[in-house]
């Protein structure tokens, strides 16, 4: 994965080059079902949902598990038993980037289904970056705005712009195949992610202990929800 350069000229922030979930090099597999046959589900990947009945929203974690991690938990502790809840889990020892597959290719029927469904889609991804920064995407435009707002309000910093690579702007996105066509897309950095745990530990067992989430997990999730409709 490539680096954010971040450069900083007559107070703009300019972005050079770009890293996330979404701009990865190459996957391994093009789609769902050429994951599906070299990959056993219950031993290197799951499939987890949740639809409480009306719901609008959707929080979903396409690159979740030890893909990227903490995106799983964020969209879980965000949908909690308000919100419709789906993530695609990475369980393998070692190697889980392997089961990435890009947001504008993600065909997985379930999340597909499930999107498709509501209004309003979030969908949390994890980049790197020491600095705590989220970059705010998706088509809708007035929803990317009044969540960005609320976030630098509550005390984070959000990116004034958004490279390309991760804009998720793309119809075919799969946080833009909701009932409205447009979705919000959170691009988290490392340094950022890092807050919302003691220690800024990452490991798969320390993340899926919920004692050790900090206030600033829950605060940035309540925000985020916050915004919504």
């Not at 499939?47 to 995106?71: L, S």
Request: proline letters at 5%; charged letters at 25%.
């Amino acid at each position: 994965m490539k680096k954010v350069l971040l450069v900083v000229a007559a107070n703009v922030l300019v972005f050079t080059s770009c890293d996330s979930a979404q701009a990865a090099p190459a996957d391994t597999y093009p789609d769902f079902g050429e994951l599906a046959a070299h990959q056993d589900e219950g031993k290197d990947y799951r499939r987890v949902q949740r639809f409480p009945r009306g719901a609008r929203v959707a929080h979903i974690a396409i690159h979740g598990g030890a893909i990227e991690p903490p995106t799983t938990q964020l969209a879980d502790a965000a949908a909690a038993s308000r919100y419709a809840f789906y993530s695609f889990e990475g369980l393998k020892p070692s190697g889980n980037k392997e089961l990435h597959i890009t947001a504008t290719h993600f065909d997985e029927p379930r999340a597909v289904k499930l999107v498709g469904t509501v209004d309003y889609t979030v969908s949390w991804h994890a980049t790197t970056g020491a600095e705590a920064t989220t970059y705010v995407g998706g088509r809708d435009r007035r929803l990317v705005r009044t969540v960005s707002a609320e976030l630098r309000a509550a005390g984070f910093t959000v990116a004034t712009s958004v490279p390309a690579e991760v804009a998720g702007v793309s119809p075919r996105n799969i946080v833009n195949k909701n009932r409205r066509g447009m979705g919000v897309q959170l691009e988290i950095s490392r340094g950022q992610r890092e807050r919302f745990f003691a220690g800024g530990k990452l490991g798969r067992a320390w993340i899926e202990n919920p004692a050790n989430r900090t206030e600033a997990f829950h605060r940035y999730v309540a925000t985020v929800n916050r915004a919504l409709p």
